[in-house]
């Protein structure tokens, strides 16, 4: 579903990804490990297009990423992105936030948006919730409901960068079980993640990248008992 080959990107002579590839099956849920700075973000964001690309290549679903003849919104249509801060839109009740990109970017209509936006508030349980502000929300309501505005857009691929990175330690909770039950329903993910719990349980593959280059991938299993390389030892001494 996902095929990266030699992803290279620069930001100016900062060279971040340094040729990352690698391949991603429908329903696989992978994490992304790594230590701070070493390209997470950017390599999500090069996925989504958020990024240009130096080199390489990113196919998602057929769709070549970078290409200039690649249809943007229909990309995003595809990829649904969460991020470390909620970026729901503030003056916007939840409702709102969930209909606006499918009535605007897909012409879905009024009445099947609110509909929708009910199924999917109340699969994230928040539908008491839907004539709120984000304002009035906790950051653990407010992150699903970026989930479920991401889920509006029927995508095909989820990203999550730090889903529970800036919540208070009893809201994360609320925000992974969200996350597994979509994993559990087969959505293809990837997750960047300090939640080593999550990664350990859920994903099916762990990608650790450092210095911009996939250091070491393998299962939970691989990754956390018997892991190869130096660098993902001593990362995980220090996170486990
Ligand atoms: P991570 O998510 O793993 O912490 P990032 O992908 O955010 O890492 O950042 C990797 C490196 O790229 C960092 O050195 C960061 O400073 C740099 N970087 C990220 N975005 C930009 C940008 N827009 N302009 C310049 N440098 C950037
Ligand atoms: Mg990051």
Known sequence: MIHINNLQKKFGNVHVLRGISCDIQEQEVISIIGPSGSGKSTFLRCINALEDITSGEIIINNFKVHDYKTNLNKLRETVGMVFQRFNLFPHMSVLDNLILAPMDVKNISKTDAIAKAEKLLIKVGLIDKIDTYPSQLSGGQQQRVAIARALMMDPKVMLFDEPTSALDPELVGEV???????????????VVTHEMGFAREMSNRIIFIDQGIIQEQGSPEQIFKNPQVERTKLFLSKVL
Do not use: D, R
């Open 176 to 190: 992974l079980e969200v996350m597994k039950s979509l994993a559990i329903e087969g959505m293809t993910m990837i």
